[in-house]
């Protein structure tokens, strides 16, 4: 750094004009991130803002699984590491089963599935009597709440392999001292399982809306703010395959996607331009629904032309 530049201070919503890369909470919060290494959970956020790329473009396989082109050299280039260290982080990823890489050979790029780290068709709960050499799990600890872990053994832990190296590990589950409850989607145990993905998510969004904060800040829109919240919950636990927006049929996923992301500011932009229209609302669902897919897309343009109004007019 040849020469120290000094920088302005953010104002008002300025920050929200601005595009980032988002790192999930979980990968800093939970146990079981605890050893990967942060510039690998930075390459996971980045990698998870090419996903964007992935829809627009129809990336997805046979199944229905999007995956997205990324190569170490780019790694390289935007993170600053040489290319041993990539190949770590990328490695890392692989072990912790964030990442799925398939080689297609002939000079063509390796396909990149992101995995996702919270568990929806499967939860696992494991807990561990404190005996001997073996340590006790925090079953108590909100963080491990919907993400899958890897089994603990009976005096040293499971190696973690990558995944495609063709072998796996046996089971070194002690069934005396470990209570693995596995829920799949049967139909005897469907309701379970739609309870255990109710509660992951509803921690998630409540997390992610601040939704405490924004009652405490707006009382007089509690109403609101829970309704929202609930809109929002509901559309990302939708089991159809599509979700129709504003007569036009987006699938699930891709919903899902931008609902996961939305923040406070999100919430208390829709709720400024909820008060703002003064046009009725024959089905206020529906604008809702519209409003929140759109904030991610038109928040920084609206909050743009606001601060040109208000320069044009003398008021900044």
Known sequence: MSEKIVFDYFKGQESEMLSFYRIPKLLFTNAYFKELDVSAKVLYGLMLDRMSLSLKNKWFDEQQRAFIYFAQQEASEMLGFGDDKIRVLFNKLEEFGLIERKKQGQGKPTIIYLKKFISEGMVEVQT?????????????????????????SESRPREIRVLDHGKSDPNYNNTSNTNLITITNHISSMKTDLNDEYNVYAEIIRENLAVDTMLER???????????????????????????????????????????????????????????????????????????????????????????????????
């Open 128 to 152: 561990t009597e404190k005996s001997g050499s073996e340590s006790e799990a925090d079953v108590s600890d909100p963080g491990n709440i919907g993400v899958k872990t890897t089994e603990i």
């Open 218 to 316: 707006f009382p007089q829109d509690a109403e609101i703010i829970e309704g929202i919240y609930d809109l929002v919950l509901e559309t990302v636990l939708c089991q159809k395959p599509s979700i129709w927006i504003s007569k036009n049929e987006y699938p699930t996923n891709l919903v899902k996607s931008k609902f996961l992301k939305l923040n406070n500011m999100h919430l208390e932009y829709v709720m400024g331009c909820m008060k703002e229209n003064t046009t009725k609302v024959r089905n206020i669902k529906n604008y809702l629904l519209a409003a929140l897919f759109n904030a991610p897309s038109t928040m920084s343009s609206y909050f743009q032309s606001e601060l040109s109004h208000d320069m044009a007019s003398g008021v900044v």
